[in-house]
């Protein structure tokens, strides 16, 4: 119970991939035991939701803001419940992962267990790792400062969706990634995959390394978001069809893609005994059928959208023709 607790922290842009890793870590049989602590930008989330039904690990959720800023003393408060109900063994942890949301910058979050004495007394940061879509990187670290500081604060890059582009273009993305940051070790991850030995209990973090890369970091680190970047959810209880929201959904995409950074959701599709779970990222757009919905379980669509100048209410009118008449 002396010693310090690991911490890992997984980061990446919006949709690079993070919740399926975590939910990957969740299953794997490693005998940690983990507490989650997993944050969203906008005021609701899916993940929690489709996490619990992965793992019995102890989750908590921090909504409607960044970790990184607006939220940053939630983050505090909830590392010292957890620690607080370890010491009276109410719950038992070996091992805290924070999952952020695509829109944070990792600076603050990490300079959390080294400024605030509160957490550094009982907490260690282990690692780092930064998931990075491989398929919209190039455009991302471009327009988005947190993306590129996102890799430049890794100790891990795990490349994800590589299938999706061409060797030149992979090789070309590597080569911007060590230019950024030449430390980390970059490898492949493929829906989650990668041995646990990589990412877990690696002691990645070096602090020395990254006082180099931000000489304030043990300062006062500030951080804003671009401007226009909003989210909103949406949600329906009666059940959907889902071939008209595919339809509605691609005419989305092809008129919004650039717009719409981040979009998933848990649908309530009409004679189908499971959820629909889909998710995107600008054009890219995908789905699968998601855990049964238990006996008794109230059924709903929740659907999540973050993005610049978002049409709220034509994608609200849109999807509420969907609904099975």
């Not at 794997?28 to 930008?41: L, M």
């Not at 030995?197 to 043990?218: K, M, Q, T, Y």
Request: overall charge negative.
């Amino acid at each position: 119970m002396t010693e310090l607790i690991p911490v890992t922290i997984i980061t990446g842009f919006l949709g690079s991939g993070k919740t399926t890793l975590l939910k990957r870590i969740l299953q794997a049989d490693h005998g940690v035991r983990i507490a989650v602590i997993e944050n969203e930008f906008a005021a609701e989330s899916i993940d929690h939701d489709l996490l619990l039904r992965e793992s019995d690990e102890q989750i908590v959720e921090m909504n409607n803001g960044c970790i990184c800023c607006s939220v940053r003393g939630d983050l505090i408060r909830i590392l010292g419940q957890l620690q607080a109900k370890r010491a009276a063994r109410t719950i038992a942890f070996d091992h805290v992962i924070i999952e952020t949301t695509g829109l944070a910058a990792p600076g603050p979050v990490a300079q959390t267990f080294f400024a605030e004495p509160s957490v550094s007394e009982f907490y260690m940061l282990d690692a780092i790792l930064t998931v990075v879509d491989a398929r919209h990187a190039q455009e991302q670290l471009t327009l988005h400062q947190e993306a590129q500081e996102q890799v430049g604060f890794a100790d891990r890059i795990l490349l994800s969706k590589t299938d999706l582009v061409g060797k030149d273009e992979l090789a070309a993305l590597r080569q911007r990634l060590f230019a950024i940051n030449g430390r980390a070790r970059i490898q492949k991850v493929r829906f989650g995959h990668v041995p646990l030995r990589d990412i877990l209990n690696i002691r990645g973090f070096h602090l020395s390394a990254i006082v180099e890369l931000e000489p304030d970091f043990l300062g006062e680190l500030g951080h804003r978001h671009g401007d226009g970047v909003q989210s909103f959810v949406y949600h329906q209880s009666q059940a959907l069809d889902l071939l008209q929201v595919e339809n509605f959904l691609d005419a989305v995409v092809q008129l919004f893609g650039s717009q719409l950074m981040r979009y998933k959701g848990i649908l309530y599709v009409a004679d189908v005994p499971c959820r629909a779970v889909f998710q995107g990222v600008h054009m890219l757009m995908g789905s699968e059928l998601g855990a049964p919905w238990r006996d008794g379980e109230t059924r709903a669509s929740k659907i999540i959208f973050i993005g610049r100048d978002l049409p709220q209410q034509m994608l609200t009118r849109g999807l509420d023709r969907c609904v099975l008449s």
